[in-house]
């Protein structure tokens, strides 16, 4: 951080704020304190029948691989909300009665994904502007080499094997640093 967003001055201090126990961006000219905070990322994996609904990326980063619709939640929403939107703005499908499937955090990039499941309103969807294409699969169609990201393996992977065993339940993950 260069400068702060408060007051403008360009002398920011990284440092522990008294009463603190991290460090933080401290302007030294009107003493704010600039907390920094994990980006949400909110998805949503659409089911319909017996398989599932996901989009190739038509932007980087993994440019080109399938991924469960996700995306950074916007201000304003709920991660309910966000993953609709997300859904819609990738694969221009509807999806009703959302439940919290997976969380699934990274620490080391600061990002926390809360993917749900959904149904689709009804098999129809498309090719939204962030997506190549779309399409559903069954869990012997995945592409599992071509997942974008390990959240949305984490997400496939444990949707599958609750399916299997009859079972829903909400898994948590993290990804640690390699």
Known sequence: MNFCSHCGSARMEFRVPEGDNRPRYVCP???????????IVTGCLPVWENKVLLAQ??????????NVPS??????????QGAARE??????????????????SIPHINQVYIHFL???DTPDFGVGEESLAVRLFSEE??????????????????????????RREVHMGVMERS
């Open 118 to 120: 959904a149904e689709l």
């Open 29 to 39: 000219d009107c003493d704010t304190i600039h907390y920094t905070n994990p980006k």
């Open 71 to 80: 995306g950074y939640m916007e201000n304003g929403e709920t991660v309910e």
């Open 141 to 166: 169609e995945v592409p599992w080499g071509e997942i974008a990201f390990t959240s949305s393996v984490f997400t496939l992977k444990h949707f599958f094997s609750d399916r299997r065993q009859g």
């Open 57 to 66: 990326r038509a932007i980087s980063p993994r440019l080109g691989y399938w």
């Open 87 to 104: 859904v819609w703005e990738e694969t221009l499908a509807r999806v009703r009665h959302l439940t919290l499937h997976a969380v699934f």
